[in-house]
């Protein structure tokens, strides 16, 4: 049985939005506070921007089972795609980040990498 390409999209879409919320809320209990979710730029979407003290970072979430796969979701032309919406999105809003720094999440390991 074939299944429907619109609910495949829509599962698919569930899924990165809890992503997404897991990734956000263990971020704050790190003491990040969120600044945007899915911001949008004429390059590309940022996930979540998120700031502690003076370090701001930029994440990309992606669910997926372990953090290696999770890793490897990321590839080289999306970390190009995402920096340029990092500096097009914060050269719009006169705000450039002490640092930024591209992070995975996957339901077993939410907010993985530098976000510690």
């Known amino acids: 049985m074939k299944i429907d390409p619109r609910r495949k999209r829509r599962r698919a879409y ?12 263990a971020l704050m209990l790190k003491g990040y506070r969120i600044l ?32 290696e796969e999770a890793m490897e979701a990321v ?9 340029a919406a990092r500096t097009f999105g914060w050269g719009a809003r006169r705000i450039m980040p002490t640092s930024a720094f591209v992070t995975t999440s996957s339901p077993s390991c939410p907010a993985a990498g530098p976000c510690t």
């Not at 569930?14 to 809320?25: D, N, S, T, V």
């Not at 911001?39 to 003076?54: M, N, W």
């Open 14 to 25: 569930r899924k990165g939005h809890r992503g997404e919320w897991l990734a956000a809320a």
């Open 36 to 67: 945007a979710r899915r911001y949008r730029t004429p390059v590309g979407e940022i996930d979540l921007i998120a700031r502690r003290g003076s370090l701001v970072i930029i994440v990309e979430v992606k669910a997926r089972p372990t953090l």
């Open 75 to 83: 590839g080289a032309l999306a970390q190009r795609r995402i920096d």
